[in-house]
């Protein structure tokens, strides 16, 4: 049975100083350390989120560089074949020009022989046909009757 006397009194008041002994002693400095410890894990999560958000934010520029240098890229690919197409095309008119140049050339300078040549083929003409008439006629062709021929 238990007996109520003064050493119930006794064990309260050491179970009461133990209490307080042991919250000062130690649940107070662990409950400081466990809140210390969140303080630096919300800290350190704090700190990450903020390198989270700096790595996308670089991400993102890094993207938007890519993609710029990309379309500048394309852009003087586009520039350089349309100046290739624009220098293939004059290339093309110039050689073209020299050709028509030359052509234009060659058939003054085939006009000009072929005149030479029925220059030269009448004169011929014109003697042999002489060299043939006075032979059928068996006598030389007078002066008069060969000038008709010549002119």
Do not use: C, H
């Amino acid at each position: 049975m238990v007996n109520l006397d003064y050493t119930l009194f006794i064990q309260m008041a050491n179970f009461i100083v133990l209490v307080l002994l042991m919250n000062f002693l130690i649940f107070k400095p662990i409950l400081r350390i466990l809140d210390e410890r969140r303080d630096q894990i919300d800290g350190v999560m704090d700190e990450a989120r903020r390198i989270m958000e700096e790595a996308e934010r670089l991400m993102e520029e890094y993207n938007k560089k890519i993609l710029e240098a990309r379309q500048q890229a394309l852009q003087i690919v586009n520039e350089g074949r349309v100046r290739a197409v624009e220098e293939q095309r004059m290339a093309l008119a110039k050689a073209r020009d020299e050709a028509e140049a030359q052509l234009k050339a060659l058939r003054e300078r085939i006009e000009k022989e072929r005149e030479a040549a029925a220059a030269t083929l009448r004169r011929m003409v014109q003697a042999l046909s002489i060299s043939i008439a006075e032979r059928l006629l068996g006598r030389p062709l007078e002066t008069k009757e060969g000038a008709k021929w010549e002119s």
